[in-house]
C-alpha cells in the first residue's frame, strides 16, 4: 500500500502552544469554511479568468490518487494531509509552500501533485501548482498537459506569467510548469527573481504549492525556501538515512519546516509481486515496522 504518513502535529503544537492530539483535529469540512477565500483584485480576475483550460491525460504511473477505488488508501492520507495543512492555515500565514527533500526520488512530485490536487477537489480554493525543479522537471509529465511555456520561460524570456499558467479543466486547479527554457538549469542567484512573477500572481490564489529539487543535489531548494512561507519535507520511507535528513533540513535556513510526510514511494504490492501470501504477509509487517521507526527518527528531527 502506498502510504504517506503525517508529522505536521509538531508544528501545529508549536504555533498553538498546546499538544494536539490526532482527536482535537478539526473536521475537514469545518476547516474548509474557514479557509480565506483569495483576495483576489479585479484586474487579477480578468487575467485568471483569461488563462489556459487543459484536460489532464493521467495515466496509471503518474499516481495521482482519487481516480478510482483502487486508490482510496492513498486518497485518504492525502486528506488527511490536507487537513493538518489547513488547520496550520488557520493559525499562521502559510500561502506558499515549498516541498522538497534531502535527495532524489523521495516522492516530492507526488506529494505536491497529490496535495494540490486533493486541496482544489476537497475544498474548491484556487491552488497553483509551481513546477520549480528545473533539473528534473516531472510536473507535466505526471498531469500529462504540454510545457512549453512555463516557469523557465518567465525567467529567462520574460514571458507574460499569466501566459504560463493552464487551469485544470473542472477543478480549481492551476498548473506552472518548469517550461522549456532549461536546457541548462538557471543559476541558482538568479532564483530569487522569481519574487516578482510569484508576487505578481499571488492574489489570485488561496494556496501555491512549489515542487523544488532535493536539497542535497544543488543549492535550488535553500533559495527557493526563501520564496515560500513555509516547507514541507518528504522522506523517502525507510530509504533515507537520519543524519541525511538532518544535514539537509540544516541547509534550509530560517524558513520554517512546517512539517514532514514520510512517504513510502514503492507500494508492497509492487515489490513483492512475485512473493506468496505468507512471504507478503510477513514483508508487510517488517515494513509496516520500519515505518513505525522511521517516524519515530522523523519525529526526533522536526522536533
Ligand atoms: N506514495 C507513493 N505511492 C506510489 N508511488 C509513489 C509514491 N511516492 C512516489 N511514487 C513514485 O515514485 C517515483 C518517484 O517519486 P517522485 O517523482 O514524486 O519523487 P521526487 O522526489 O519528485 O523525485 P525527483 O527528486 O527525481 O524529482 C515516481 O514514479 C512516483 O510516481
Ligand atoms: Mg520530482
Known sequence: MSSVYKAMKKAEEEQSGTQTKESDALPLSELTSLAQGSEADDSITVRISAVEITDLKLRTESRIFGQDENTAAGTEQFRLLLGRLLHLQTRTPLKR?????????????????????????????????????????????????????????????GRDTWKAIRKVKGLNLYLLTAGSAIDE??????????????????????????????????????????????????????????????????????????????????????RHAYDNEQDKIHKHKKEATENGEAQKVLDGIFR
Open 185 to 270: 538549469p538557471p543559476a541558482p542567484s538568479s532564483l530569487l527573481m522569481l519574487k516578482e512573477p510569484l508576487d505578481e500572481i499571488n492574489p489570485a490564489f488561496d494556496c501555491v504549492i512549489i515542487d523544488s529539487p532535493p536539497v542535497l543535489v544543488a543549492a535550488d531548494a535553500p533559495l527557493l525556501a526563501k520564496l515560500a512561507d513555509g516547507i514541507l519535507f518528504v522522506v523517502g520511507a525507510s530509504e533515507t538515512p537520519r543524519d541525511v535528513v538532518i544535514k539537509a533540513k540544516g541547509m534550509l535556513g530560517s524558513v520554517p519546516v512546517v512539517g514532514a510526510v514520510l512517504n513510502s514511494a514503492r507500494r508492497v504490492s509492487d
Open 97 to 157: 509552500l515549498l516541498i522538497t527533500s534531502a535527495r532524489r526520488g523521495e516522492g516530492k512530485t507526488h506529494v505536491s501533485a497529490n496535495l494540490a490536487i486533493t486541496m482544489a477537489r476537497e475544498t474548491g480554493r484556487r491552488v497553483l501548482l509551481v513546477d520549480a525543479d528545473f533539473r528534473k522537471p516531472d510536473v507535466h509529465k505526471v498531469f500529462g498537459i504540454p510545457n512549453e511555456f512555463g516557469l523557465s520561460d518567465i525567467l529567462r524570456k
